[in-house]
């Protein structure tokens, strides 16, 4: 790609990226027009001090929504015939740090007016005045007149999420369930599993499993567990078929040191065919979200094979915004109205006003998105390996991600659309210890700061800009390692960051000579002491 190419890829990310946080806005501001027109339902609810209140705090915010659309049309006629393409994209990456900022900061406000004049335990009758709030007429006893139970705020992103994110056949009627986080998603997953008794007898699960669930399942059911390389696929599947485990779970995509993908289609394709137990699949899809549709893969008349799904909605489906955590199960038939009781008895329904917080469901501006992280993804990958190939005295072995082709995946990850939007460091010996690793880190953010690229130190992944983390650091059930997770950038910014990763590798050195490093990991293994 030459320069002028780049130029023009790099001004077309940015104005996706507007796009993105336009839809945002518009759809925020319809969210507002629709309270506003409940508002009459208020006014025999509130005294007339709180009507007024809330009218005016929506008018403020709707003011606030379509100053920030008009300034922004005033933005795109001022650059209009600019020929200055680097002017131009300097102008664009102001303008959609300052629509991130402005939305993440006005999220929660959001939602907290939408369900201000609502109650938690709203009244479905009353003598004189009605406690439902704008949901008078809706509130059904014993039914839905209690939120930590299910609440209506809840049900219309439910059916949505469905519509736009999961693919299925004609005749499959699949349930969502929101949550308050994705660990709530999962508890309630296992709660549902336990009582209803479906765990007595062997429990498969990856070995790669995230860490956090890893430990719940090996300490709760102990001498029931086995553990299976996911991409191993004829020994988990032989496994399945000669120890009949009654639940199996595996992450579509791990987030662990190996970032191991199964072949969840040659998988199921073994077990539709021949397999005649009863079995439960549990899948989190977080880090593949909708562009894995496991649903597409199970047939009609496939009755022994259940399908669960669950997912963190705070990665992907919450567009970066990182304002408040969320889960979703999805699930059908009987398993999805008896996980919908264990959501009650579990209490891990998500609260009314974080439902507002997440942006509507919509498929098309999601795949834009996860396009995005694909391709930087991609590109971080194979720089960054092309790199370790030419570099003798290079700190890394290699970089784990499944788009590369020594990767155990690849050949059923190389035909993904979308494999990840994080990429592995993996260590040489005499580099592979904490304390090496946080040196790193920190060498990389000073390195950024330095070529004034912005790269932060943090956790998560599925946010606009790159970041950089030790993870697993406090588990005996993972490996702690760095992840690059990339972020939105435009392709020219992505260069920039490709440059710092490279530029500190170049300049990484132990400041422990490589002989005493090699016989600490030596004594480490011997004594079981995992990492220093």
Known sequence: MNNEELLDVSISDLTVDLEERLSILKNNLALLNQFSSKLNLLKIQLLQKSYKDVDRNIKFLKEKYSESLTIYKQFHKTIEGRNNKLFLINSLRN???????FIRTHQSILGS?????????????????????????????????????????????????V????????????????????????????????????????????????????????????????EISEVDTDRLIKTIFTRKPKVVYIDSLSNSIDIPVPDLKWIF??????????????????????????????????????LIIFESLMKYVHLGLDKITAGIILSKGQDSSKIFEYRKHSGTNILDSSVYVIPRPNRLILSKRLDRFQRNAFFLATSLQEFVDNNENCPLKKIIYPGLSNHPSYPWSRKMSFQGSFVNLLFREEFDSISQHKKFIDQAIKEAKKRNVELV?????????????LTSLWTDFGR??????????????????????????SHFRSIVPSSVLRTINRTKKRTGLKYL
């Open 95 to 101: 303008k959609k740090r300052e629509l991130s900022e």
């Open 480 to 505: 702690p390692f760095i992840r690059i997770a990339v972020g939105t950038e435009d392709m020219m910014m992505m260069g920039e960051i490709a440059h710092v990763i490279i530029s500190t590798l």
């Open 457 to 469: 130190a943090g956790t998560s992944f599925g946010l606009d800009i790159t970041r950089i983390y």
């Open 269 to 306: 394709e073994s077990v539709v065919k021949s397999y005649k137990e009863e079995i439960y699949f549990i899948i989190d899809n977080t880090c593949l979200s909708k562009t894995c549709q496991p649903y597409k893969l199970i047939p009609h008349h496939c009755n022994n094979l259940h």
């Open 163 to 226: 519509k736009e994110y999961v693919d299925r056949r004609a005749d499959q009627k699949i349930q969502a369930l929101l949550t308050n986080s994705g660990m709530a998603a999962f508890t309630t997953i296992l709660n549902f599993l336990l009582s209803e008794k479906k765990t007595e007898g062997t429990i498969l699960i990856g070995k790669s499993v995230y860490f956090q669930y890893k430990q719940i399942i090996s300490k709760s059911f102990y001498r029931s567990v086995i």
């Open 113 to 161: 007016l939408l369900t201000s004049a609502d109650w938690q335990s709203p009244s479905y009758s009353y003598s004189i005045y009605p406690l439902s709030g704008t949901q008078e007429g809706k509130i059904l006893g014993t039914i839905n007149d209690y939120k930590r139970d299910v609440h209506l705020d809840e049900e219309d992103f439910e059916n949505n999420f």
